[in-house]
């Protein structure tokens, strides 16, 4: 009899105190106030390579060409004032030689202030009044370049726009609105004009085509 008794004391409790849970749970929640959470600003997407100042361009050819670089000041001038400010350049080393038909082959890294840098190899051939052959350090300024990977196409020469200053050459290719001004400073001799263009791919190959 007092374990029935216990037994429907129990069951009444737990009733009870089902019944104060459940009302608790239907009550209406408070709500708190929420904390300004600070605004978070997404990354700006990746456009076209920022562009890099005339000074930039000459300490970086100062410290690449070393003592060899009387003149790059004023061939730099020259071709911003041509084609505006770069938005990349390439440092590299190259070889040719040419007796009327010409080879050139190259490596080098190709820098961009915002959308990375890339490594380059150009191969091209060249055919006109030319003798001689060059072993060069070559800067190459590049214009409109889109993205990196637009590098890795052909560029054709431009007529008229070669010049020499202390040491150092400067002539222009294009493809489209993508213009190159390679700047050599080279040992062994090139004489006369030539014709050709530059394949630049992303492995070295033999192939000038």
């Known amino acids: 009899m007092r374990a029935t008794l216990r ?14 849970m459940a009302a608790a749970q239907n ?29 930039e361009i000459v300490r970086e050819g100062h410290r ?5 670089s009387r003149g ?5 001038e020259r071709a911003v004032s041509q084609w505006g400010q770069p938005n990349g350049y390439i440092l590299g080393q190259e070889a040719s030689g040419a007796f009327i038909v010409g080879l050139r082959y190259g490596d080098g890294q190709l820098y961009t202030k915002n959308a990375g840098d890339r490594r380059v190899f150009w191969e091209g051939p060249s055919i006109g009044f030319d003798t001689g052959g060059e072993g060069a350090r070559t800067m190459m300024l590049v214009y409109n370049l889109p993205a990196t990977e637009a590098i890795y196409t052909r560029f054709g020469g431009v007529d008229g726009s ?5 040491g150092l ?6 493809n489209g ?10 040992v062994g001799l090139r004489l006369g004009a030539n014709i050709g263009y530059l394949k630049f791919t992303p492995t070295a190959t033999w192939n000038p085509f």
Not at 169 to 174: D, R
């Open 7 to 20: 037994l429907a004391a129990v069951t009444l409790s737990l009733v009870a105190c089902g019944a104060t």
């Open 27 to 55: 009550q209406p929640m408070q709500q708190q106030p929420m904390q300004q959470q600070p605004m978070q600003t997404a990354p700006a997407p990746q456009g076209q390579p920022a562009t890099f100042a005339p000074g």
């Open 64 to 68: 690449f060409f070393g003592t060899v």
């Open 72 to 76: 790059l000041a004023e061939l730099v």
């Open 162 to 166: 070669a010049y020499f200053i202390g």
């Open 169 to 174: 050459g400067m002539t222009a290719l294009a």
């Open 177 to 186: 609105n993508i213009i190159l001004v390679p700047i050599r400073s080279g």
